[in-house]
């Protein structure tokens, strides 16, 4: 039986804004300005891996189906596997498609501009990895994912990287309680960094935060720049959230937001709206996970694009 791939892509810099009302962005790039070097060279190398592996699934005898990340999803139930061209990112917006049953693949498409410490590999063996990932010879990973409730309303049980909760405006300061482990405390700051392991040499990792090795349980949390006056001493400035425990946060604005895995999934949050994290009973099976020369994943050290 052949076997279903659903392979999400992103587009490029230069496909999504060159000829597209984008004047300036066409004239920096004959002018070879500085702020877009290396745009066309990217494109033409995520195409040509985007090709590559279009013409690997078809010589394998995958069923497979392409669509572009905002594309809406086929019917098409179950997936034998899922895999993401693109880099960290790609990866971590269709990561939100796949239950803990479902493998995930990711290839970097242009690893010269992108991060991919998630992936398995990039457009110079794009061909081998997706035949060892169809042929089963590729090592699994479970990677803890968190899950995010607002009020009575399941926001996610599927996010691998990170949650940010801040007011809407970066400019702005962010005020809250947070609880934790029995306690309580009212805090302004620039926001709320929380995230499983995956996440945690990311923007949790810069923001003063631990890198938790690969298969940890715990969810890390780091308060983003806490407002210091001459008598403010916070107690709860970070912390680890073990498995069966939660970080909580009642929101003291009315304009707030909860940004899930990057930009692309974000919810409104209001005053007195209350937010609940912990782990995820869901978590990512993804495959030929490499490790670094320390002995830790590669996955541990994600930073977006």
Not at 217 to 223: D, N, Y
Request: aromatic share 6%.
């Amino acid at each position: 039986m052949r076997p279903k791939v659903l392979v999400v892509y992103k587009k490029s810099t230069y496909q999504r804004y060159v000829g597209r009302a984008q004047a300036r962005l066409q004239e920096l790039i004959e002018h070879s300005d500085v702020s877009v070097k290396g745009l066309l060279r990217e494109h033409e190398i995520h195409q040509e891996t985007l090709r590559r592996a279009k013409d690997a699934l078809r010589d394998l005898g995958a069923k497979a189906v392409l669509r572009y990340r905002p594309e809406p999803l086929p019917e098409e139930g179950a997936w034998d596997l899922i895999v993401t061209l693109g880099g960290d990112g790609t990866l971590l917006w269709a990561s939100h498609l796949a239950d803990s049953s479902t493998p995930m693949l990711a290839i970097n498409s242009a690893p010269d501009t992108s991060v991919g410490y998630f992936c398995a590999g990039d457009g110079h063996d794009v061909d081998e990895v997706l035949e060892a990932a169809l042929a089963g010879k590729l090592k699994s990973s479970r990677l803890a994912r968190m899950r995010v409730d607002l009020g009575d309303n399941v926001l996610s049980t599927r996010v691998l990287n990170d949650a940010l909760y801040c007011h809407e405006s970066p400019a702005a300061t962010s005020r809250y309680i947070l609880e934790y482990q029995g306690e309580q405390e009212r805090q302004m700051s620039s926001g709320v960094w929380v995230g499983p392991a995956a996440g945690s040499t990311a923007a949790i990792r810069s923001a003063g935060g631990k890198v938790l090795p690969t298969g940890s349980q715990k969810i890390q949390f780091v308060i983003r720049e806490p407002y210091r006056g001459v008598d403010n001493k916070y107690r709860l400035v970070k912390g680890m959230v073990p498995p069966g425990e939660d970080l909580k946060i009642t929101s003291r604005m009315t304009m707030g937001r909860i940004f899930l895995d990057g930009t692309q999934k974000v919810h409104a949050v209001g005053i007195g709206d209350r937010i609940r994290m912990t782990l995820s009973d869901e978590p990512l099976t993804l495959l030929g996970l490499k490790r670094r020369s320390d002995g830790s994943s590669t996955a541990s050290a994600l930073n977006l694009k």
